[in-house]
């Protein structure tokens, strides 16, 4: 092939002929330049190989589901690392072929500890991978459900504070039990077993109200948020439909009360010492032989005020506190044990 050359046709810039060009135009078709291939050399969209990475924020007990997103095609493998100090590479839970999977569950994270969960991308081409362009990351932890609806009595029951809440758990090996009257969660009461959800606590003192919280943990001694909820224990309940005749009788009163305490105490006494534990003590009697049958009375020194909060006598109707004071008292031949 013969080219003809023409000394006056030259560039514009006056730099290389035109048949120069056209030349090494030629011998490039002619000799096959190589060109090339996306497997070896990733272009700049793919650079940016994990687009996004999803990490579950308290939505498990037992793991912490990572997930991520992104164009895989000139990528070898992928590498999960997790991190709760500032290095993203301290920790690799998992490598894997991109193509395989997008999902990784991480069951060996601490229950309430936030972690750092990165994913970064190795080129199949043998170049290493920056962390600065080719991973992405997002924050992710577990933890233990914190028992729900947590309730406290309130001066319900004179012998105990009732509580009782819903065990939402399945990974916990016993709760935590706290009252307290100034700073809430931080007076242990007890230790309770997995899967309780009650506990009646009978040292309460009665007139004071407590915070009671709730706290899950795990074999590792990991625990969940604290539930808490007020209550407190009742006083001594007082009788019921207090009753008295009114003028049907010529020769005493008949007084009538609906017990309802289960703490009332009485004693058997014999020779002037305690005898055995007594319950629902009763007495009655004709008033003036009863009263006259009183032949010792205590001095100032075991004198009690008594009383009850809703005394309902009177016509109209009344409710007030009464009080009353009184001493021991020592009556003769007193008909006893009117009820069982």
Request: with cysteine; proline share 6%; charged share 20%.
């Amino acid at each position: 092939m013969t080219i003809e050359t023409t000394p006056s046709l030259v560039s514009p810039r006056g730099t290389a002929p035109v048949t120069t060009i056209l030349f090494l135009l030629l011998v490039g078709l002619w000799a096959g330049a190589p060109t090339a291939h996306a497997q070896d050399i990733p272009t700049e969209a793919g650079k940016v190989l994990v687009d996004l990475v999803f990490a579950t924020d308290s939505a498990f007990e037992n793991r912490v589901e990572i997930s991520w997103t992104g164009d895989a095609t000139h990528v070898l493998k992928l590498d999960v690392y997790r991190d709760i100090l500032a290095d993203p590479r301290g920790s690799t839970l998992l490598s894997l072929a991109p193509s395989l999977d997008n999902v990784f569950n991480d069951e060996t994270g601490d229950p309430g500890v936030v972690y750092n969960y990165c994913v970064l991308a190795t080129y199949n081409n043998g170049d290493p991978p920056d962390t600065a362009t080719d991973q992405t990351c997002n924050a992710g932890n577990r933890i233990i459900f914190a028992p729900t609806g947590l309730a406290a009595s309130d001066g319900i029951f004179e012998n105990r504070v009732a509580l009782s809440w819903v065990d939402v758990s399945f990974i916990e090996t016993g709760y935590y039990l706290y009252r307290d009257t100034v700073t809430p969660g931080t007076t242990l009461l007890s230790t309770l077993p997995a899967d309780r959800a009650f506990y009646q606590d009978s040292t309460a003192v009665q007139g004071t109200v407590y915070t009671y919280c709730v706290e899950a943990f795990d074999a590792g001694d990991f625990r969940s948020a604290q539930v808490c909820d007020m209550g407190e224990r009742g006083f001594v309940l007082p009788p019921l439909n207090m009753t008295a005749t009114d003028g049907q009788y010529t020769d005493r009163v008949v007084v009538a009360f609906t017990d309802q305490t289960t703490l009332e105490t009485g004693y058997e006494i014999k020779k002037g010492k305690l005898g055995k534990l007594l319950r629902n003590c009763t007495y009655t009697g004709i008033t003036p032989e009863f009263w006259n049958s009183c032949d010792a009375v205590c001095n100032e020194n075991s004198w009690t005020m008594w009383g009850i909060p809703n005394c309902g006598k009177g016509q109209p109707g009344q409710i007030g506190h009464t009080g009353h004071g009184a001493a021991p008292a020592r009556f003769r031949n007193v008909q006893v044990g009117v009820m069982k």
